[in-house]
């Protein structure tokens, strides 16, 4: 696939990294000198250095012939016109990250057909989404839903006292609509057998029916009670998205923000949530306002170490759980290994995940990038015949390394085990390590032939 990536920041760099570590003919368009040499040093794809929104440039990166332009850059407007001009041009699709609400909130149907854009991704709002998942779940580190909410994905820290501890996954005696899809260990993350043992320190991902999650997470002994008291500290974009949300989930929200004009404006859009003036790293504001008693403290403004540190705070007050935001990444593995920080949330990783899903071949519905992309999970849609189709999954040759979690007929889902089949019309979740991922594709891009 050709694929023309506007903007070389966080996030064209790692699409850029990822999407050419998959063989894809990438060209990056970069206007900052710097930016552009770190990509020529570090990834093997064609760069030009210009104006993403210039009809010039982009018809030096092949506009014309392209299967997909994604424009990432740091302004909507450049962003908006860039599709505009690709999408004229002849290019497939065309995918724009739009922060600002004026226009990320407006009419889908009016961008696609005016502008030519196909696809929105607003990574504030999609980030202050995942939060709301997690909040709903409150032991969970981590929640994807698949084939409308049927399917969930969970990912729990083991109790060291649970009775599963030591225990093979075939004598867990979980649900049987729910089963282990991963587990993360010592960083790495192992796609299991029957016969692997869970250990402490273990972070596992349960997939399975939605309605049988709960049962499942008082067995890996982490179950805990409704969120009910939310502090948030930082009233940028995702705070106020994120507040809008856990409004219609009533809940009892404050939110922190420093500069007096944007408490004004969050007042002044926010109907239940109270708004407070104020220093978050004042340790007698946190005493104050009972920060310790918040059932979770989630921190979102943009400097990482301010997150990190005061949600530590928060933390040693009593508050039970601690969500940050992380616009580095690469912080996530550490910052989870540090007691008080529950979850890490990554705008960057978030997006990606997004547009990744435009990228894959076949009937992909949506993807999931598990643990700063240590793993995928893939949802997928069996549209066409298929030789893989009606044959006991023993006796299918899928890829090393990956897992049929999960597999939803119209209103059933089931967890197969292998005298189960895939049949046309079901949607199927497959978890794959990231080097399986091209394999898990082309496997499910087979078509049956034709008979002569």
Same mark, same amino acid.
């Given at each position: 696939? +050709?694929? !023309?990536?506007?903007?070389?920041? #966080?996030? =064209?760099?790692?699409?850029?990294?990822?999407?050419?570590?998959?063989?894809?003919?990438? &060209? $990056?368009?970069?206007?900052?000198?710097?930016? #552009?040499?770190?990509?020529?040093?570090?990834? %093997?794809?064609?760069?030009?250095?210009?104006?993403?929104?210039?009809? /010039?440039?982009?018809?030096?990166?092949?506009? /014309?012939?392209?299967? *997909? *332009?994604?424009?990432?850059?740091?302004?909507?407007?450049?962003?908006?016109?860039?599709?505009?001009?690709? #999408?004229?041009?002849?290019?497939?699709?065309?995918?724009?990250?739009?922060?600002?609400?004026?226009?990320?909130?407006?009419?889908?149907?009016?961008?696609?057909?005016?502008?030519?854009?196909?696809?929105?991704?607003?990574?504030?709002?999609?980030?202050?989404?995942?939060?709301?998942?997690? @909040?709903? &779940?409150?032991?969970?580190?981590?929640?994807?839903?698949?084939?409308?909410?049927? $399917?969930?994905?969970?990912?729990? /820290?083991?109790?060291?006292?649970? +009775? !599963? $501890?030591?225990?093979?996954?075939?004598?867990?005696?979980?649900?049987?609509? &729910?089963?282990?899809?991963?587990? *993360?260990?010592?960083?790495? !993350?192992?796609?299991?057998? =029957? %016969? %692997?043992? @869970?250990?402490?320190?273990?972070?596992?991902?349960?997939?399975?029916?939605?309605?049988?999650?709960?049962?499942?997470?008082?067995? !890996?002994?982490?179950?805990?009670?409704?969120? +009910?008291? &939310?502090?948030? @500290?930082?009233?940028? /974009?995702?705070?106020?998205? *994120?507040?809008?949300?856990l409004e219609s989930y009533d809940m009892d929200i404050e939110l922190i923000e420093s500069d007096l004009e944007q408490c004004e404006y969050l007042s002044s859009e926010l109907e239940k949530t109270l708004v407070l003036h104020g220093d978050g790293s004042d340790l007698d504001l946190l005493y104050e306002e009972s920060a310790g008693d918040a059932d979770a403290f989630i921190a979102l403004t943009n400097d990482d170490k301010t997150n990190f540190l005061i949600a530590l705070l928060a933390k040693e007050l009593g508050a039970k759980k601690t969500i940050v935001q992380v616009k580095r990444s690469d912080y996530i593995p550490i910052l989870e290994r540090v007691a008080g920080i529950d979850v890490s949330i990554s705008p960057r990783i978030i997006t990606a995940a997004f547009i990744l899903k435009l990228v894959r071949r076949g009937d992909v519905v949506s993807v999931s990038l598990l643990e700063s992309d240590k793993a995928e999970a893939l949802e997928l849609e069996i549209k066409n015949p298929a030789p893989y189709l009606d044959i006991p999954l023993y006796k299918v040759h899928f890829p090393n390394d990956t897992l049929v979690g999960a597999i939803v007929r119209g209103e059933k889902v089931i967890i197969p085990n292998g005298q189960d089949v895939l049949k046309l019309g079901d949607k199927v979740v497959v978890f794959a390590l990231p080097q399986q991922v091209s394999k898990v594709e082309n496997f499910f891009a087979q078509k049956a032939k034709r008979r002569k």
């Open positions: 696939m +050709k694929i !023309i990536i506007i903007g070389a920041g #966080k996030v =064209g760099f790692s699409l850029a990294q990822r999407l050419s570590s998959e063989k894809h003919d990438i &060209v $990056v368009i970069e206007k900052d000198s710097e930016r #552009k040499e770190i990509i020529d040093k570090y990834l %093997d794809v064609m760069t030009i250095r210009g104006n993403g929104a210039s009809p /010039r440039v982009l018809e030096a990166a092949g506009v /014309r012939t392209s299967d *997909l *332009l994604i424009a990432v850059t740091d302004l909507d407007e450049v962003n908006m016109i860039a599709c505009m001009i690709a #999408k004229k041009y002849g290019a497939k699709k065309t995918i724009a990250r739009i922060r600002d609400s004026e226009y990320a909130e407006g009419s889908f149907e009016f961008f696609s057909s005016n502008i030519g854009i196909d696809y929105i991704i607003n990574p504030e709002l999609v980030t202050a989404v995942e939060i709301s998942k997690v @909040l709903k &779940v409150p032991a969970a580190l981590g929640v994807e839903d698949y084939a409308n909410g049927k $399917v969930q994905l969970v990912e729990l /820290r083991v109790d060291p006292n649970s +009775k !599963i $501890v030591g225990q093979t996954l075939k004598e867990a005696e979980f649900p049987p609509s &729910v089963l282990i899809a991963a587990i *993360l260990r010592n960083d790495k !993350i192992i796609i299991p057998k =029957g %016969d %692997d043992i @869970l250990a402490k320190g273990d972070i596992v991902f349960l997939l399975g029916q939605t309605e049988s999650m709960e049962k499942a997470e008082e067995i !890996i002994g982490t179950a805990l009670p409704p969120v +009910k008291r &939310v502090m948030i @500290l930082g009233g940028g /974009r995702t705070g106020l998205y *994120l507040a809008k949300i």
